[in-house]
């Protein structure tokens, strides 16, 4: 079955910038899009980017999405850290049955 | 404005069934799909099932099949998850979530969420 690989937990100081990589378990990634949600504590995911690197209005240019073929991932790059980008952090993607598939969240600690 | 309210979550004992509901407003229920998702307490999001348009097409996650039956009323802007046999490891908030477009796979809005607990 197709998976999808983050890490665990990611920390980084305010103003910094942070990437949380997705890695795909088969395939290849590029090959069906990777969107990107956060979560904060007590309410429902929203999305920060669709479509590899595409960003919903309303999302900051500070959240920006990538495709890395060589190494099968996808990644989630937000620059400028602000403390309220506090969140977990889910990529999905889908498998060859159309079912949809998440990756298992990163956890975004700004100290 | 889009809203999607779900109802139905409570307590169950293991083995036993509950049918979820999630009101759509604010857009064409009609003209898209549809699935749900779920979150067990402190852990990451699964996907449960997908329904189209019309519901001709369902798709479920192998965790539930054969145990959980997704379903639209498109003249009643509504969404059902009916959960039967249910375990233990069922216990999640569930949340309805709409698929930005057709033939997109992804989720662009999301209801608040209903919480199933199945514990005896």
């Known amino acids: 079955n197709f998976m999808l690989t983050q890490p665990h937990s990611v920390s980084e100081s305010p103003g910094k910038t942070v990437t949380i990589s997705c890695t795909g378990s088969s395939g290849s990634i590029a090959s069906n899009y990777v969107q990107w949600y956060q979560q904060r504590p007590g309410s429902a995911p929203t999305t920060v980017i669709y479509e590899d690197n595409q960003r919903p209005s309303g999302v900051p240019d500070r959240f920006s999405g990538s495709i890395d073929s060589s190494s099968n991932s996808a990644s989630l790059t937000i620059s400028g850290l602000k403390t309220e980008d506090e969140a977990d952090y889910y990529c999905q993607s889908y498998d060859s049955s159309n079912h949809r598939v998440f990756g298992g969240g990163t956890k975004l600690t700004v100290l | 404005e889009v809203q999607l309210v779900e109802s139905g979550g409570g307590l169950v004992q293991p083995g036993g069934s509950l049918r979820l509901s999630c009101a759509a407003s604010g857009f064409t229920f009609s003209s898209y799909e549809m699935n749900w998702v779920r979150q067990a307490p402190g852990k990451g999001l699964e996907w449960v099932s997908y329904i189209s348009s019309s519901g001709s097409t369902i798709y479920y996650a192998d965790s539930v099949k054969g145990r959980f039956t997704i379903s639209r009323d498109n003249a009643k802007n509504s969404l059902y998850l009916q959960m039967n046999s249910l375990r233990a490891e069922d216990t999640a908030v569930y949340y309805c979530?709409?698929?930005?477009?057709?033939?997109?796979?992804?989720?662009?809005?999301w209801g608040q969420g209903t919480l199933v607990t199945v514990s005896s």
């Open positions: 979530a709409r698929d930005r477009s057709s033939g997109w796979f992804d989720f662009d809005y």
